[in-house]
């Protein structure tokens, strides 16, 4: 809990930093989510009741209560990548990964979810994974950024 | 001085294409073939075609070439740099001297995106060798707040953010509201599906936005900025906070402006996936750290927004449009565009047309030139039927009304809306009923909940188009589907239930034709409803390669090996699609109308 208070620290302890101290303990957390314990750090850090900090972080879906994969994969589902064939990808996701919308591989490296529009519609389909954004995906090109991910660990 | 200069777009969409390992290619090349001194390679931001990235402009020659990979930048090198003649095969158009006239380019007018892919976007000197910051000197050292306000307003200038507002008065109101300290805050949550200008500027020009903030910050009074990104953007949130720190070293941002009195500093704030918060008072909620949820205005955030104070937000293009204005003038900026709409407006193309990417065009244009002359129309040959312009707040248009000129009113009079620009295209194989479900489904799901009628109607309004998608829709539910729609317009708290009916209703009014025919035919004419379509293996085509037998879930899919055709047995079938997407030889043909059981 120390380093989590020592990498929250820069910020002023006032409730319109909330959501980047949010951010920061849940990118330090591997499982990439946000424990009971750091969302009773981030309270007592800005002085808020604990429901009000529950209050806001439910309202984001970039925010996790659960644990998540060490990668989380966000594919783009907007209709540019639809219209494009994200359809198809997402069951090629889930056939290469074994997991529906939502779930975490076994060996926790991966979560598949999906996200709205990218901004990257000139290239679509399109897909993020953690900070990185993919385009023009076909199935063969999935396999292989898939591939880099496991081969990474 | 190098004798050559490569602009590499380091945009995310060139960025995802390959982007980084282009440039790690070529500088090994470069290092083998002794030539670093020689190349200067600036990285970029978005230049605009992204379906053809990743994209590389050479000078002194100014030749494009695109969709380069990693294997071909040795030839690049080797061919073009050290013998002096380009590589054709990978050239825009193929042949040189590179036309002039690539329609994709000379149809456009670029201000805004005048820097965007031109200047390397995390060095303030090159945006300070283009101009950059006069707009900010002159406007502290030559103009009062007054003028600059009485400037923008003469301008014509209004909110690119979607609804089209007057900036000048905005400003105004700002700058008359009572209270201390004031704000101002730049709204880079660009939610909208199909929009990406936002995203563009912010990568490709990020000093241009603050440049903007800083001078709609002197003029109405305020002292600190917030920039609140989407954090679907980690790019641009990057290149901001190099631009913020650069700024600060150069004493553009913070204590004391260029040795004035002014003083004024921006924080950038990162969202975390909703869409919601892009409505204004939405978006101050987020910034104050609670619910990105939106409230009733009155009052508005001029006279009351962050933390209960005069606040003004303006979209990430209108700030870049600001200093356009102050450096050449309001009777230039009213001089291009139409009597309303004044200026330019970026337009991101995508969907089914030829060059997707980012357009720059006067207000004005129609919608044809935009689709045809910039865009190249629909590839494979394909009919154009529609565009959907403004995203899930905005409209349907058919190839009919293509004659309309782009602007805030005849779009609006027409059941679209400007809206942030997205401009999706789409063909015949589109099927609108799909589409107005598709939109819906995304508004239904970012309805925040708080008011009913938008969280509620969204979800009644798509259960309708869910029946209609599947056959089993009635022409009365077309009336339910009106009356709701309205209902939920008139009756929703903020900007986003405000809307949503409209990609529904601007779809039932050009497209009727359309909800009929699953309604009364049972048939989706353009073959995309799953249920109201059924799949025939066409003998011809079959070469018996077991291919759909193999992927068909429940045995419908029937034949053997080598011994064409296969067959499809509707009865078991349950139209999932996997023959029709798994097949080689296109054999397996998809049909409109529900298949006889």
């Given amino acids: 809990m120390m380093e989590k208070l020592e990498l929250i620290s820069k910020y002023p302890r006032s409730r319109e930093y909330l959501l980047l101290i949010l951010h920061e303990l849940q990118r330090a957390n591997p499982r990439n ?67 529906e919308v939502g779930e975490t591989t076994p060996d926790g490296l991966f979560t598949l979810e999906l996200t709205s529009c990218l901004g990257v519609c000139g290239v679509a389909p399109a897909m993020m994974v953690d900070d990185e954004v993919y385009g023009n995906l076909t199935e063969e090109r999935l396999r292989e950024i898939l591939d880099s991910y496991r081969e990474g660990r | 001085m190098s004798r050559i200069e490569v602009l590499l777009c380091a945009g995310t969409a060139c960025l995802s294409s390959g982007a980084r390992e282009v440039k790690a290619a070529l500088l090994e090349a470069l290092a083998e073939e002794s030539l670093v001194g020689e190349v200067r ?69 670029k201000v805004v995106l005048k820097n965007c892919g031109r200047i390397d976007p995390e060095d303030i000197e090159e945006y300070i060798a283009v101009g950059g910051y006069k ?56 939610g909208d599906p199909g929009a990406f200008m936002d995203r563009a500027i912010l990568e490709g020009d990020p000093h241009a936005v603050l440049e903007g903030m800083a001078i709609a910050a002197y003029a109405v009074g305020a002292e600190r900025g917030y ?17 913020i720190s650069q700024a600060r070293r150069y004493g553009l941002l913070g204590e004391g402006i260029l ?53 003004l937000i303006n979209n990430v293009e209108t700030f870049a449009n600001v200093r356009h204005i102050v450096l050449r003038g309001a009777d230039w900026f009213s001089s291009i565009g139409t009597q309303k709409s004044k200026g330019t407006k970026v337009f991101a193309l995508a969907g089914q047309v030829k060059n997707t990417g980012l357009v720059e065009v006067p207000m004005g244009i129609t919608l044809r030139e935009l689709v045809y002359d910039i865009g190249g129309g629909a590839p494979n040959g394909k009919r154009v039927k529609a565009v959907q312009i403004g995203g899930p707040s905005g409209g349907c248009l058919p190839e009919s009304l293509f004659h309309l000129p782009v602007d805030y009113e005849s779009l609006t009079e027409h059941g679209a809306i400007m809206g942030s620009g997205g401009i999706i295209v789409l063909d015949e194989s589109a099927c609108m009923v799909n589409v107005a ?36 829709g009635t022409e009365e ?82 034949g053997t090996p080598g011994n064409p055709p296969y067959r499809i047995e509707l009865s078991a079938c349950i139209n999932c699609g996997a023959c029709f997407d798994a097949c080689p030889f296109g054999a397996i043909e998809r049909r409109p109308g529900r298949k006889e059981r």
């Fill in chain 1, 33 to 99: 989510y946000l424990t009971p314990e750091d969302l009773r750090l981030a309270a007592d850090y800005l002085n808020l009741p604990l429901s009000a900090v529950h209050d806001t972080v439910t309202f984001y879906t970039m925010f996790s209560l659960r644990p998540r994969g060490k990668h989380i994969i966000r594919l783009c589902d907007s209709p540019p990548c639809h219209l494009a064939g994200s359809w198809s990808l997402l069951s090629a996701l889930k056939r290469e990964l074994g997991i």
């Fill in chain 2, 41 to 109: 390679i600036v990285e970029t931001g978005c230049m605009g075609p992204c379906e053809l990235g990743p994209i590389m402009l050479v000078y002194p020659e100014g030749i494009h070439y695109v969709r380069v990979r990693p294997a071909d930048v040795r030839e690049i090198v080797t061919e073009h740099f050290l013998k002096g003649r380009p590589v054709r095969r990978l050239l825009w158009t193929g042949e040189l001297p590179e036309s002039k006239e690539i329609p994709f380019f000379s149809r456009q007018l």
């Fill in chain 2, 135 to 190: 707009a900010l000197a002159k406007t502290l050292i030559e103009m009062s707040p007054a003028d600059v306000i009485e400037e923008i307003k003469r301008s014509g200038l209004r909110g690119r953010g979607g609804a089209g507002f007057p900036t000048g008065l905005k400003w105004e109101f700002v700058r008359k509201a009572e209270g201390s300290p004031k704000y101002v805050i730049c709204n880079a949550d660009e």
């Fill in chain 2, 227 to 243: 920039i609140y990104v989407r954090a679907e953007y980690p790019l641009a949130v990057q290149r901001l906070e190099t631009a």
């Fill in chain 2, 259 to 311: 040795e004035t009195d002014f003083s004024f500093d921006v924080e950038i704030r990162v969202g975390a996936g909703a869409f919601v918060c892009g409505e204004e008072t939405a978006l101050i909620a987020s910034i104050e750290g609670r619910r990105g949820e939106p409230r009733p205005r009155p009052p508005y955030p001029a006279q009351s927004g962050l933390f209960g104070k005069p606040t």
């Fill in chain 2, 437 to 472: 479900k598709f939109f819906l489904e995304f508004t239904a799901e970012e309805s925040c909940g708080k008011c009913t009628p938008c969280r509620v109607g969204t979800r009644i309004m798509l259960g309708i188009l869910e029946r209609i998608s599947r056959g089993e």
């Fill in chain 2, 477 to 558: 539910d077309l009336e339910r589907l009106e009356e709701l729609g309205h209902m939920v317009k008139d009756a929703s708290l903020c900007g986003l239930g405000q809307t949503a009916p409209n990609p529904v209703l601007s779809s039932l009014r050009y497209f009727r034709e359309e909800f009929l025919a699953h309604i009364r035919d049972k048939s989706c004419p353009a073959g995309v409803c799953p249920d109201l379509v059924h799949y025939v293996v066409v003998p011809e085509l079959c070469r018996a390669c077991d291919r759909c037998r193999q992927v068909c879930p429940t045995g419908a899919a029937q």
